[in-house]
Each structure stands twice: as structure tokens, then as C-alpha cells.
Nanobody, 126 residues
């Protein structure tokens, strides 16, 4: 069973940056689209960004466009999320997830992902 482990969360000031990473422990990582989601206290989990299995296609939630960048390295079984121009509204637990189907592109729906990491906390102070 593949496991996803996120890292890189922490505390940042408004306007600052953080880089999240997600490492897959085993399995055919390179065949799957990957996504990042986040969940703030009292709110539903929301889509952040996603990337196709090849890395050739990406998608972002509107509020993240121009600030966040998703990338992947299939040789290292990792997917990353570079977050710039952070604001307090970005405070949440961030999760990476793997698509249910192989050779998939990206998806914004949490239901299309079947393997999730444990999450990493991102806190942005004003």
C-alpha cells in the first residue's frame, strides 16, 4: 500500500513563502495524477492544485493562481507545492493525494483521489 508523507509546513508571515513536499513511499507514483487540498478549521476540504501523471498539465484553484506552483519529480516520487504571497486565509492543513486511476490528468474533486497523506499544517500570520 502506497503511503504519502507531506513535509514543509510551518509558520509564515503574510507575504512570505513556503514549499510543501509530498513523498510516496512505494508504488508506481509516476502513473498517477496528484493533487493538493487544504482544510481550514470548520471548513470543508478544498482543492488547491493538481498535476497530471506526466507533469505536463496542471490546474489551480482561482485564489491560488499566480501564487502557488505545483510540480513533480517522478524520478524521486515527489510532488511539491511552492506557495508565495501567502496570506492569513491560506492557513489550513494541507494534504497531498493520489488519483484513483492511472494515467489520469488532474481533478479538482476529492472523491477522485483514493490515497491521502496525513497533512501538514500551514499557518500564516498577519
Amino acid at each position: 500500500q502506497v503511503q504519502l508523507v507531506e513535509s514543509g509546513g510551518g509558520l509564515a508571515q503574510a507575504g512570505g513563502s513556503l514549499r510543501l513536499s509530498c513523498a510516496a513511499s512505494r508504488g508506481t507514483f509516476s502513473r498517477y495524477g496528484m493533487g493538493w487540498f487544504r482544510q481550514a478549521p470548520g471548513k470543508e476540504r478544498e482543492f488547491v492544485a493538481a498535476i497530471a501523471w506526466s507533469g505536463g498539465s496542471t490546474n489551480y484553484a482561482d485564489s491560488m493562481k499566480g501564487r502557488f506552483t505545483i510540480s513533480r519529480d517522478n524520478t524521486k516520487n515527489t510532488v511539491s507545492l511552492q506557495m508565495n504571497s501567502l496570506n492569513p486565509e491560506d492557513t489550513a492543513v494541507y494534504y497531498c493525494a493520489r488519483r484513483r486511476v492511472i494515467w489520469g490528468t488532474w481533478s479538482t474533486s476529492p472523491g477522485d483521489y483514493d490515497v491521502w497523506g496525513q497533512g501538514t499544517q500551514v499557518t500564516v500570520s498577519s
